[in-house]
């Protein structure tokens, strides 16, 4: 058996790792990376193996991270099926296809500048029919049942609790002249208990190997008790100043969740009363999904919401936009208000144009509700970047930047480490640590070594592991 980590080995995004047993090969997750413009064109464009040769893959939920290339690895010859939950599968039917788009739109608005300078083009790393030929090969599957994907491999999809329809992924590897099969485990993005919308992560039990992610492998998130006044906070003093917060995040999860706790701040009376705009039409389609999918929402949404009648992902000062004439108009509203829009790393969509309008007012305020990437936008005004690129274009930062990082979907060390507190040290042969930058990665090895487990791997870069 063969492993080998060519995205999200030392880093965050662009996860990609290959399994190659009994003559199979089996891709977990086929991201995007996230950085620098150049490189991430490159490193997206360019696979590091043969699409054609792989024989299945596994997705653990849509995140564009995950998900994102997927386009671009059927267009480069892979023919196998996509395995995801039902969940997964309809959110990737629109995240997919926007994500195509996106990517049109944005090679767009870079040619008119390149244009202006004289330079060459670029195009798109896929179009919207790569997107929707890619979708053919989706296949839908139900949490905690097995399937055989290769001979002498079952997988069972667990829920990871980190979005709707993510998955940890389990492996029962048997390979010829044994009788025992191999447990290997993989987290995909675990998410952390006691999160609101999502239910809680199910454990993978008795695991021989381990796959795991490590985005907050040394933080821990502010307690969860304290996330719904800080909130508040932000809002009411931003609005005091008469400015507006502007929060980029992701379509799929982070916004669910910010809706649903700025609805219960406007019930309970703890924020003033303003316009909510929902900028992303990738977003409205997936609050959609949500509602489809109500048995993957968790208890505390049923008892809140659902059960009286009420919809937990809408409320009178709420506005949902797909109308890109109606976004345009956001930017002469001259009082407070809210503005939640995709991408959450400010990579890509409507949220670049609205910090390119936004971010030279003292007045407002940036709000960072996930994890941001090295050499995203959204990493630069966290580290607190005085200018910042915009399409090509320099913008001082005079806002106010806020972080609140326990609105991230990821698993923080101390949820990491009970997740895997119950597996066996003398069991466990190889623990991977994967899905952290470096120094998070490293860290969380040393802590997992420091509680006996013996074989831990902070993997390089496309480096082989046989075991």
């Known amino acids: 058996m063969e492993i080998q980590s060519f995205g999200g080995a030392?880093?965050?995004?662009?996860?990609?790792?290959?399994?190659?047993v009994n003559g199979k090969k089996i891709l977990l997750e086929c991201g995007l990376f996230q950085g620098r413009r150049a490189e991430t064109y490159k490193r997206n464009l360019n696979f590091a193996f043969d699409p054609a040769e792989i024989d299945v893959m596994l997705l653990?939920?849509?995140?564009?991270?995950?998900?994102?290339?997927?386009?671009?690895?059927?267009?480069?010859?892979?023919?196998?099926?996509?395995?995801?939950?039902?969940a997964t599968v309809d959110l990737c039917q629109i995240m997919l296809k926007d994500s195509a788009y996106i990517q049109e739109k944005d090679a767009f608005y870079v040619n008119k500048y390149k244009k202006k300078k004289g330079e060459l083009p670029v195009e798109p790393l896929y179009t919207t029919e790569d997107a929707e030929k890619a979708l053919e090969q989706f296949?839908?599957?139900?949490?905690?049942?097995?399937?055989?994907?290769?001979?002498?491999?079952?997988?069972?999809?667990?829920?990871?609790?980190?979005?709707?329809?993510?998955?940890?992924?389990?492996?029962?590897?048997?390979?010829?002249?044994?009788?025992?099969?191999?447990?290997?485990?993989?987290?995909?993005?675990?998410?952390?208990?006691n999160v609101p919308v999502v239910k809680d992560p199910d454990y993978l039990m008795d695991l021989d190997v381990l796959v795991t992610e490590s985005t907050y492998g040394d933080r821990l998130h502010t307690d969860v008790k304290d996330v719904e006044e800080e909130l508040a906070s932000v809002v009411r003093e931003t609005a005091s100043a008469g400015g507006k917060i502007i929060i980029p995040a992701f379509a799929v999860g982070r916004t669910q969740v910010l809706v649903y706790i700025l609805?219960?701040?406007f019930d309970q009376g703890r924020i003033p009363d303003m316009?909510?705009?929902?900028?992303?039409?990738?977003?409205?389609?997936?609050?959609?999904?949500?509602?489809?999918?109500?048995?993957?929402?968790?208890?505390?949404?049923?008892?809140?919401?659902?059960?009286?009648?009420?919809?937990?992902?809408?409320?009178?000062?709420?506005?949902?936009i797909r109308d890109v004439n109606l976004s345009k108009k956001l930017n002469g509203i001259n009082y407070p208000h809210i503005i939640i829009s995709a991408s959450g790393m400010a990579e890509a969509g409507r949220i670049l144009h609205h910090l390119k309008n936004n971010i030279g007012n003292p007045a407002n305020t940036v709000l960072l509700v996930g994890y941001s990437a090295q050499h995203t936008l959204a990493?630069?005004?966290?580290?607190?970047?005085?200018?910042?690129?915009?399409?090509?274009?320099?913008?001082?930062?005079?806002?106010?930047?806020?972080?609140?990082?326990?609105?991230?979907?990821?698993?923080?060390?101390?949820?990491?480490?009970?997740?895997?507190?119950?597996?066996?040290?003398?069991?466990m042969k190889k623990i991977f640590v994967v899905h952290g930058e470096e120094d998070q990665s490293i860290a969380f090895?040393?802590?997992?070594?420091?509680?006996?487990?013996?074989?831990?791997?902070?993997?390089?870069?496309?480096?082989?592991?046989?075991?």
């Open 10 to 20: 030392r880093e965050v995004t662009g996860s990609q790792h290959l399994i190659t």
């Open 60 to 86: 653990s939920h849509a995140h564009i991270d995950h998900s994102g290339n997927i386009p671009n690895l059927v267009k480069n010859g892979y023919k196998g099926k996509i395995l995801a939950t039902g």
């Open 139 to 193: 296949y839908g599957v139900e949490y905690s049942q097995s399937y055989e994907i290769v001979p002498g491999v079952k997988a069972v999809f667990r829920d990871a609790g980190h979005i709707l329809g993510s998955a940890s992924i389990l492996l029962e590897i048997t390979e010829p002249g044994k009788t025992t099969p191999v447990r290997l485990g993989f987290t995909g993005d675990l998410g952390s208990p």
């Open 263 to 265: 609805h219960k701040l």
């Open 275 to 320: 316009p909510v705009f929902v900028d992303s039409p990738l977003a409205v389609n997936a609050t959609e999904i949500f509602r489809r999918h109500p048995h993957c929402l968790d208890r505390e949404t049923h008892r809140v919401f659902i059960e009286s009648d009420k919809d937990p992902f809408g409320f009178s000062r709420l506005q949902y």
């Open 379 to 427: 990493r630069k005004l966290k580290d607190g970047e005085k200018i910042v690129k915009i399409f090509g274009e320099a913008y001082p930062v005079k806002c106010r930047v806020e972080t609140m990082d326990h609105f991230s979907a990821h698993a923080d060390k101390n949820d990491l480490l009970d997740f895997i507190s119950t597996l066996s040290t003398d069991r």
């Open 445 to 467: 090895q040393k802590t997992l070594q420091k509680k006996g487990f013996k074989d831990v791997i902070v993997p390089e870069p496309g480096e082989s592991y046989t075991f």
